[in-house]
């Protein structure tokens, strides 16, 4: 993982926002370009594309003479309009065009390309959209594609650790679907290959999908972003930390297995401590079990891991070497 964003994902969800203000603009665009380049290159198209004008301002017209008789008029009108669309058709496809080649092309029909439907309610394609957005920001894109729960398999897990795999399953399924932006933490503690970043990325793909920021990152690159941001020479960027602290789930991938020193330790009690303050959620994975996590931080962290996350203990034997294995 190595999680350098381009962007922020408030700026990319603007971008998205920025971008829908304009696209049913453009495809509508678009199609008027067609219309005159079918215009300009053959007469008799034009000629019907008059007549279809021509027709429309009569049923405006017809519409403002009065009810007397409104209804057959109209009928003869539309009766005409459709014997028009269906010789233009005929011409186009004869010159090589597809019949509907000028005509607006949305890319989503549901909204239009609006970002939302009739009742006002955002449309799929947007929210789509923004989690592919997400997916990006997060530093978990290509991650997913590949650990999510549809692939978390419990076949290589037996006996007592296959029974405990499964509640760890069933937690992990349980807070990905219940999560509502309220702070709900969790602790992955096992060996490593036994699932702990799969779970993780499975539900960093479900939380992500409902529309909250994720930032996923591990431990190493977390510190080593504090540590550029505080050294930073002058001429130089720093990179942007405070989506460590805002955004609504971080996940901390590998606690334990970064170069330890008094700055790293600072770093993670600042973090884990705003974070509970200002009730952000947190799950974090480690390859350290308890008795080493009590010798590598201060109390003031442990406490905190111990005592404000739900603990999942990851048991059974290394699930990529089984893999490999087969």
């Known amino acids: 993982m190595n999680g350098k964003v381009i962007m922020t994902y408030e700026e990319a969800c603007r971008n998205i926002i920025r971008e829908y203000r304009t696209k049913n603009l453009v495809a509508k665009q678009r199609a008027e370009e067609r219309r005159r380049e079918l215009d300009e290159k053959y007469p008799d198209i034009a000629k019907i594309d008059e007549s279809l004008l021509d027709a429309g301002l009569k049923i405006l017209r017809a519409a ?66 923004l989690a592919e957005a997400g997916l990006e920001c997060s530093g978990v894109k290509k991650l997913v594609e590949k650990q999510n729960f549809d692939t978390f398999d419990l076949r290589y897990y037996t006996g007592s650790a296959r029974e405990s795999m499964e509640g760890v399953l069933r937690i ?19 060996k ?50 405070s ?21 790293t330790v600072a770093c993670l009690y600042n973090l884990l401590n705003a974070r509970l303050v200002n009730e952000k959620s947190m799950i974090i994975s480690t390859n350290v079990g308890k008795k080493e996590l009590l010798e590598r931080y201060s109390e003031r962290i442990t406490s905190r891991l111990l005592g404000e996350f739900g603990i999942c203990v990851f048991e059974g034997s290394d699930v990529r070497s089984q893999k490999l294995r087969r």
């Open 172 to 190: 992990c399924r349980a807070y990905a679907d219940g999560f509502d932006g309220r702070m709900h933490n969790l602790l992955f503690i096992g």
């Open 243 to 263: 989506r460590y602290y805002n955004c609504d789930l971080l996940i901390i991938d590998d606690l334990g297995t970064e170069m330890q020193s008094q700055f």
């Open 64 to 129: 403002l003479d009065g009810q007397n008789g409104l209804k057959s008029r109209l009928k003869k009108l539309k009766k005409d309009n459709e014997g028009l669309l269906s010789v233009r058709a005929g011409l186009l496809i004869s010159k090589g065009y597809p019949a509907d080649y000028d005509d607006v092309h949305y890319d989503c029909p549901i909204c239009s390309d609006t970002g939302y439907t009739d009742d006002g309610k955002m449309c799929r394609c947007m929210k789509k959209a």
């Open 192 to 241: 490593t290959g036994l699932g702990k970043t799969h779970l993780s990325s499975a539900i960093a793909k479900e939380v992500i999908e409902k529309g909250y920021e994720v930032v996923y990152e591990s431990a190493q690159n977390i510190f080593s972003d504090f540590e550029k941001e505080k050294f930073a020479r002058y001429d130089v960027t720093p990179p942007d930390t």
